[in-house]
């Protein structure tokens, strides 16, 4: 089973806060939770940040981990830190996947991003972000700006063979 997110969805949004989430999408939160098995529910954590973050970014239980690991590695009490847990933690949200197939997501979720009728799902390797399909369009490439490293008109795959960070 693969572990990484691959490709996109549109997806209607109820009045209850209920999207079905790709199927795809399922199968890697199905093989990123340690404690799944076949007729449970996967679960996940949905980490929707502060107020700079349009969207809302979706991990499994390994890929949370990983980043909790990554944070207990910085000093205790230093801001770093304290700024990650606040991110990681405080601002995130804790769920399962339903019988169906569907998120459930409170409404402070849903008007935290401005959700109306339809979610965007996009894949980001071992994570996805659900977005307001309007605003996905407006910032796609827009904190993406021409320097040295970096040229938003370009193909990025010219960047897969570029230098590597150690």
Same mark, same amino acid.
């Given at each position: 089973m693969t572990r990484e997110f691959f490709g996109d969805a549109h997806n209607k949004v109820d009045a209850k806060g209920r999207v079905s989430i790709p199927a795809s999408f399922r199968r890697v939160l199905q093989a990123g939770d340690p404690e799944w098995k076949e007729g449970l529910n996967p679960n996940l954590v949905i980490v929707y940040g502060d107020k700079s973050r349009n969207f809302l970014e979706c991990f499994t239980m390994e890929a949370i $981990?990983?980043?909790? $690991?990554?944070?207990r590695k910085k000093p205790r009490g230093s801001k770093q %830190? %304290? $700024?990650l847990q606040r991110l990681y933690n405080g601002n995130a949200y804790p769920t399962s996947v339903d019988e169906t197939g569907r998120l459930v997501l409170p409404k402070k979720l849903i008007e935290k991003i401005g959700l109306d009728g339809i979610a965007y799902f996009i894949a980001n390797g071992d994570t996805f972000e659900i977005w307001n399909p309007e605003t996905y369009e407006q910032e796609e490439y827009g904190d993406l700006e021409a320097d040295d490293d970096f040229d938003p008109n370009a193909d990025p795959s010219i960047y897969l063979d570029g230098d590597e960070e150690e």
């Amino acid at each position: 089973m693969t572990r990484e997110f691959f490709g996109d969805a549109h997806n209607k949004v109820d009045a209850k806060g209920r999207v079905s989430i790709p199927a795809s999408f399922r199968r890697v939160l199905q093989a990123g939770d340690p404690e799944w098995k076949e007729g449970l529910n996967p679960n996940l954590v949905i980490v929707y940040g502060d107020k700079s973050r349009n969207f809302l970014e979706c991990f499994t239980m390994e890929a949370i $981990a990983e980043v909790q $690991a990554k944070i207990r590695k910085k000093p205790r009490g230093s801001k770093q %830190r %304290r $700024a990650l847990q606040r991110l990681y933690n405080g601002n995130a949200y804790p769920t399962s996947v339903d019988e169906t197939g569907r998120l459930v997501l409170p409404k402070k979720l849903i008007e935290k991003i401005g959700l109306d009728g339809i979610a965007y799902f996009i894949a980001n390797g071992d994570t996805f972000e659900i977005w307001n399909p309007e605003t996905y369009e407006q910032e796609e490439y827009g904190d993406l700006e021409a320097d040295d490293d970096f040229d938003p008109n370009a193909d990025p795959s010219i960047y897969l063979d570029g230098d590597e960070e150690e």
